[in-house]
């Protein structure tokens, strides 16, 4: 009863990740993925590490008939079938977006070594085993098939005996059984040589292939010594695989192969073996938009909202499916509205059994969810549903937290969530309790965490720690990766819908966002505040162009080409740098061009119109003018306030009467000092007395 419960908990997967992410496909509707595929089997091997001798349909025991899913025969309409499923469902979730066609060579390749000649040495990411497999295998295929042009093809599946090293049962035990992976053409590189470029035939080259077992049922061994049978389909690895061969990268933990997003999308362990691998939930919204099925609504203004997003599945036009709200330069969430049965008509899955069709009503269970087992279908292979985020754990608004620092920094290696602690693509848990891809123990055995009702966000929601409400202070938080306030709320979320709402507040306590502007993101930046006639202004700089604000967000006036270095401010008169050009704009524009650039911030000694005015240059000078005032009106008389030492100036302090600068190697000061310092210097500081005096 223990092996039974944890088996059917369906938290022992283990994918194996490709070593380096493809590169990303973008299908428009008059493509296709057009699918060869092939059924393989070994040389007859009876080895306990391995499951069956290696040939179809070895690995059962007993006659199981057609009351199981994914029955016997194994032979090319089986496997047809399941590429069916393929086909349906990437056409609904793409929406139409992307087509599969596929063909299935009828006859049986039998391979010249048996399954534990072709599989991973112990704990070795060593794919060349598997590529000598895959290369044999389009050869011999290629040798009895002379008429077969593999140029018609775009993705080549190997179907091969027996089942995949895929699933963890909690034992230990050696597995020789082959993974189920994608390799692609830079994998074939990594096996074979940068010179490699394909699977060479008469008829076209095989780029890249699928390798999938028939079927990942098996027999186990109950605590009474009984033989039961686990029934898992092969069709979520299937729809994973593919995902692999369009670009997607694994979106669970490459290196402890544990779920990192659960069942909110397809790229991870738990997804792929939902409904006993029957059938995996829709990709999530960030795979939709790297595919390019799906662009979001972004939020740029910081004005507070309500808002409402439509079910994709029930959604008119003009209703909005997917809200993008920026946290910074490179975070961002995405909102959107799941729903395991939005039509509302209880789930509908077809299934093939016998070379006939038919359909099943699946019924909600008692906490209101639905759940496909391989009882409730009694035999047959799945291929289609009506809708596939029957397989998502529950219903409403879910927050995913998107990091494009992480993402783009990891996806070369395919670890993008590989840091527990800082995911680049995760779910913002409603309940508080962040528990997607940990481990728990139980009575039943050990489970993973994959996603519960109480991870999503709706009014009804009744875990402890949930509030209603998405900010800085409450579990889950709104903050940044790093820890900062984004200063966004989300709060009332609705009732359970197919059109749910909630309020967007930005600001928290007395700080309130004010603008939003997008500067240049290889540019410096650069935030100063002013006052003018008494109103509080915000001058914002990004290497060239500065914005000048008022405390409401509302643009006062647009300086182009005004400073690369920090800008001062003083009443209506900001005064920026460059190049070698100093900028003085006000009531009216006044530029002075020096010999060499101007390489530090411009500083005043004092914030009124008599304030000295210091600008440093990169041959190491620093200048001053006698006063703001001066320079307003006209009269720029810079001389020279401190010895040159040589290198560009990094900073500049001034006060009443006194001035002092830090090169990379030097402090110098307006009294004559000059220093050579013993390291690099990093920051400097002006001290004063009580009375302003400098010290």
Not at 642 to 657: F, H, M, R, S, W
Request: aromatic share 10%; charged share 20%.
């Amino acid at each position: 009863m223990i092996a039974l419960g944890s088996i059917s908990a369906q938290s022992f997967i283990v994918r194996t990740p490709a070593s380096s992410v493809e590169n990303q496909k973008i299908f428009s509707p008059q493509d296709t993925v057009k699918i060869l595929a092939v059924m393989v089997d070994f040389q007859e091997d009876k080895y306990d590490a391995t499951t069956g001798t290696g040939k179809f349909g070895s690995h059962y025991t007993q006659n199981y008939a057609d009351t199981i899913i994914d029955p016997l025969p194994h032979n090319a309409s089986y496997f047809a079938d399941h590429l069916l499923f393929a086909k349906n469902y990437f056409k609904k979730v793409s929406r139409g977006k992307l087509n599969i066609s596929y063909n299935v060579l009828p006859d049986i390749i039998t391979v010249s070594k048996t399954m534990r000649e072709y599989s991973l040495a112990y704990k070795s990411n060593d794919l060349t085993p598997l590529g000598n497999f895959a290369k044999e295998v389009w050869t011999l295929a290629a040798n009895q098939n002379s008429g077969l042009r593999f140029s018609d093809y775009n993705l080549f599946v190997i179907f091969h005996a027996g089942v995949s090293s895929g699933l963890d049962l909690g034992t230990f035990s050696i597995d020789r059984n082959l993974p189920s992976l994608y390799i692609g053409p830079e994998s074939f590189k990594q096996i074979f040589g940068q010179q490699f470029n394909g699977i060479q035939t008469k008829n076209g080259v095989v780029a890249n292939s699928i390798i999938l077992p028939e079927t990942e049922s098996r027999e186990l061994t109950a605590v009474d010594n009984s033989v039961y049978l686990l029934q898992l389909s092969i069709n979520g690895a299937i729809a994973a695989n593919i995902g692999s061969f369009l670009g997607l990268p694994d979106l669970f933990n490459t290196e402890t192969a544990l779920s990192a997003i659960g069942r909110f999308g397809l790229m991870d362990g738990q997804a792929i073996i939902a409904n006993s691998g029957m059938f995996p939930p829709e990709p999530s919204p960030w795979e939709k938009m790297f595919l390019g099925w799906e662009s979001p609504v972004t939020v740029n203004s910081l004005t507070d909202k309500k808002i409402t997003i439509a079910s994709r599945t029930t959604a008119s036009a003009g209703d909005t499916t997917l809200v993008k709200i920026p946290l910074n330069s490179s975070e961002y969430f995405l909102l959107e509205n799941r729903s395991q049965d939005a039509n509302k008509d209880k789930v509908t899955v077809t299934y093939k059994k016998g070379g006939s069709f038919y359909t099943k009503i699946i019924e909600a269970d008692t906490t209101g969810l639905f759940e496909v087992t391989p009882e409730k279908i009694r035999g047959g292979a799945l291929v289609d549903v009506d809708e596939f985020d029957a397989s998502v754990p529950g219903n409403g608004i879910v927050i995913w937290h998107i990091d494009d620092n992480i993402i783009s920094t990891k996806i070369s290696t395919n670890s993008i969530n590989n840091d527990d602690n800082r995911r680049g693509i995760y779910v913002e848990e409603a309940d508080g309790i962040f528990d997607i891809g940990k481990k728990f123990e139980s009575l039943l055995g050990m489970t993973i965490g994959e996603g519960s009702r109480e991870d999503f966000w709706f009014k009804e929601n009744d875990s402890k720690l949930f509030k209603n409400r998405f900010s800085y202070d409450t579990q889950p938080n709104s903050k940044t990766n790093n820890g900062s306030n984004s200063l966004i709320t989300l709060s009332n979320f609705a009732p359970l819908s197919n059109k749910m709402s909630f309020t967007l507040i930005y600001g928290s306590g007395n700080i309130k966002p004010v603008s939003v502007t997008k500067l240049n993101p290889a540019a410096k930046r650069y935030l100063t505040s002013a006052l003018i006639n008494g109103s509080g202004q915000i001058l914002l700089t990004d290497d060239q162009k500065s914005t000048l604000y008022d405390i409401s967000g509302s643009v006062k006036n647009v300086i182009p080409v005004f400073s690369s270095t920090l800008p001062a401010t003083y009443g209506i008169y900001q005064i920026g740098s460059y190049d070698n050009t100093l900028k003085l704009r006000g009531a009216t524009p006044i530029d002075y061009t020096f010999n060499t650039a101007i390489c530090a911030p411009i500083v005043l000694d004092k914030q009124d119109i008599n304030a000295k005015v210091y600008v440093a240059t990169a041959d190491g000078k620093v200048f001053v003018n006698s006063s703001l005032s001066d320079l307003t009106n006209g009269i720029v008389s810079f001389k020279d306030a401190i010895a040159k030492q040589n290198e560009p100036v990094k900073q500049i302090c001034a006060g009443p009467d006194y001035a002092s600068v830090i090169t990379q190697n030097y402090f110098a000061d307006s009294k004559g000092a000059s220093i050579h310092l013993p390291d690099p210097s990093r920051k400097l500081i002006i001290c004063s007395d009580p009375s302003g005096k400098p010290l």
